[in-house]
T-cell receptor, first 112, second 113 residues
Framework: DAGVIQSPRHEVTEMGQEVTLRCKPI?????LFWYRQTMMRGLELLIY????????DSGMPEDRFSAKMPNASFSTLKIQPSEPRDSAVYFC??????????FGPGTRLTVL | SQKIEQNSEALNIQEGKTATLTCNYT??????LQWYRQDPGRGPVFLLL?????KEKRKERLKVTFDTTLKQSLFHITASQPADSATYLC????????????FGIGTKLQVIP
């Protein structure tokens, strides 16, 4: 298995632009998590899905952020419009029943 | 409010010594606690999980303890090697969400040859 796949690996955009981050979880996993990591705040959970259904989005910072999981093998995190304070590394992770989470390589987002 | 505390300062130890990292939490009664390793530019990698009814767990050179009275977990790496240099994160489930975990800020370990 290739593990959790994220794209793009790096994204540089200008303030106000729409950003879409993509994630392919490990096949067979039924839970998917989106995290954001910064030096100041560490790793923060934004939203997680179970069986493609959003279970908890209380970590989504504001309405500019949205996430979807149209099927078991794909999820997106969208920021519209993006702001400089959104600059961070965004991780996707997946798991199956047990508590171990498998993380992707992350997307480093820079908003100018 | 619920809080996880890890020593945010880097820990430097000599190769061959035992490294001990601390994870303290408040206002939690977690069913389990996890430890992850993160290398620069990579996502965290799961190492160990210890449940509330377990006092200690081992995996090769790693040992984790879980003291629910002190609300503390200790993570030990024995016979440390330079390859063990990384940031180590503890994670606990928020109350009401078994799969939803909160991560500590992490402790950076540097093993000096």
């Amino acid at each position: 298995d290739a593990g959790v796949i994220q794209s793009p690996r790096h994204e540089v955009t200008e303030m106000g632009q729409e950003v879409t981050l993509r994630c392919k979880p490990i096949s067979g996993h039924n839970s998917l998590f989106w995290y954001r990591q910064t030096m100041m705040r560490g790793l923060e959970l934004l939203i997680y899905f179970n069986n493609n259904v959003p279970i908890d989005d209380s970590g989504m910072p504001e309405d500019r952020f949205s996430a979807k999981m149209p099927n078991a093998s794909f999820s997106t995190l969208k920021i519209q419009p993006s702001e400089p304070r959104d600059s961070a590394v965004y991780f996707c992770a997946s798991s199956f029943l047990e508590n171990e989470q498998f993380f992707g390589p992350g997307t480093r987002l820079t908003v100018l | 409010s619920q809080k996880i505390e890890q020593n945010s300062e880097a820990l430097n130890i000599q190769e061959g010594k035992t490294a001990t990292l601390t994870c303290n939490y408040t206002n939690y009664s977690p069913a389990y606690l996890q430890w992850y390793r993160q290398d620069p530019g990579r996502g965290p990698v799961f190492l160990l999980l210890i449940r509330e009814n377990e006092k200690e767990k081992r995996k090769e050179r790693l040992k984790v303890t879980f003291d629910t009275t002190l609300k503390q977990s200790l993570f030990h790496i024995t016979a440390s090697q330079p390859a063990d240099s990384a940031t180590y994160l503890c994670a606990l489930p928020l109350s009401g969400g078994y799969q939803k975990v909160t991560f500590g800020i992490g402790t950076k370990l540097q093993v000096i040859p």
